[in-house]
């Protein structure tokens, strides 16, 4: 990817009506590009932090619960999870409550979750140079608030 094509912040007429939509998304998709580059020499696709970081946190999911908590397709988490259990950071079984159910837990995996660790910090920093700690909280604010609108949107669907 060239720089000035990703970081090019020129206003198509067709999103005239949306700048902020416009700009929220060029930052998701570069962000995630940032990600993906840090996350690579972890051997993790991006998103594949997330679900480790909620098996880190939470301990052992039902699969179902970590679909529906993660938001994406169970297509997509399928995936992600039989490539996290191919490279030994997660571990598949079924769930003792449940047989039909499928029970996903992180391995032992410390050094692998204190480097996703410094690879968000890293990208923390990388994300918000420039601003200072006033303006990081007004901007976490500011993001919760558009996440709330947004969840409430989804929800009403």
Not at 3 to 19: K, N
Not at 138 to 150: F, I, M, Y
Request: proline share 4%.
């Amino acid at each position: 990817m060239e720089a000035t094509e990703d970081c090019s912040s020129a206003l198509p007429s067709a999103a005239r009506g949306g700048p902020v939509s416009h700009a929220v998304s060029r930052v998701a998709r570069l962000h995630r590009y940032a990600a993906g580059r840090l996350l690579r020499g972890l051997g993790l696709h991006p998103g594949q932090e997330l679900v480790m970081m909620r098996l880190w946190e939470d301990g052992p999911a039902r699969q179902s619960d970590l679909i529906k908590l993660l938001g994406l397709d169970p297509s997509t988490v399928t995936k992600m999870l039989q490539r996290l259990e191919g490279a030994g950071h997660v571990r598949r079984r079924a769930d003792p409550a449940d047989r039909r159910a499928v029970l996903v837990e992180a391995t032992e995996s410390c050094a692998l979750q204190e480097q996703v660790e410094r690879a968000w910090a890293e990208l923390e920093e990388q994300t918000l140079a420039g601003l200072d700690v006033a303006e990081r909280q007004q901007l976490l604010g500011l993001l919760a608030r558009v996440e709330t609108n947004l969840c409430t949107e989804s929800d009403d669907r």
